[in-house]
């Protein structure tokens, strides 16, 4: 059964810079950064939670086959109180694309990093709202 999400890759235009992001301002922790292949890195962050992990891939390792028209990040995030974590990332310079919100589903909202990706904020499904 799947219990959750485990591991993502996201795709950046600067290592270094999408780490920084999603330890300093995001609040994950370094998981994993080390030597991959000739002259690459394998940068992976940890949720705060501990239950997920992103690893921070170069762009130009995306597959070709990915269609434009689709995000290049699909991945949505939850917290016990989204208008709370909305402020606190608003104050730390994050930038929403929209302010939280009641959905027929619960609480949202989304945000981009500084890598033009955007993400979903929303509560934990089961919490407020069973699938």
Do not use: C
């Not at 219990?3 to 795709?11: D, P």
């Amino acid at each position: 059964m799947i219990r959750g999400v485990n591991q993502v890759v996201l795709y950046v235009d600067d290592q270094q810079r999408a780490k920084q992001f999603w330890t300093e301002t995001m609040g994950f922790t370094l998981a994993e950064d080390s030597p991959y292949g000739e002259d690459g890195r394998w940068i992976a962050v940890a949720s705060p939670d501990g239950n997920m992990r992103m690893v921070l891939s170069p762009r130009e390792h995306q597959p070709a086959e990915a269609p434009e028209n689709l995000p290049n990040s699909n991945i949505m995030f939850y917290s016990d109180d989204v208008q709370r974590t909305y402020e606190e990332l608003t104050a730390k310079g994050v930038k929403f694309l929209a302010a939280p919100s009641k959905m027929f589903f619960g609480w949202w909202s989304m945000f981009e990093d500084g890598e033009g990706n955007r993400y979903a904020l929303g509560e934990q499904w089961g919490t407020n709202n069973p699938l």
